[in-house]
């Protein structure tokens, strides 16, 4: 009797790792993916990163991976290039 408990026990176990392989394996991610890190906002506000919009091609990008000249955020080097030169993307 006691042999089945432990076998069952064993092959409960088993099957929970198996299930949680299988469930890594479709969503595509080994490892959890890492939190990003909070801004300098405000304390307590929850805002991980502020938005800004790109005064070329007008896509929102978060502050932190922006290109920043002055007080304008581009989306990247070309974009303020193209500014600087008095394009506008349409």
């Known amino acids: 009797m006691f042999r ?3 076998l069952a026990l064993v092959i409960y176990f088993l099957l929970r790792l198996v299930r949680r392989v299988v469930a ?9 993916r890492p939190r990003p890190k909070p801004s300098t906002g405000p ?3 929850g805002v991980i990163d502020e938005m800004k919009r790109c005064p070329t091609c007008g896509t929102y990008n978060p502050t932190r991976l922006a ?13 303020h290039e193209d500014f600087n ?5 349409s």
């Open 43 to 45: 304390a307590g506000s």
């Open 4 to 6: 089945l408990f432990l």
């Open 85 to 89: 030169d008095g394009k506008k993307a």
């Open 67 to 79: 290109y920043r000249k002055k007080d304008l955020y581009f989306c990247n080097d070309r974009c």
């Open 24 to 32: 890594s394996l479709a969503s595509g991610a080994s490892s959890p």
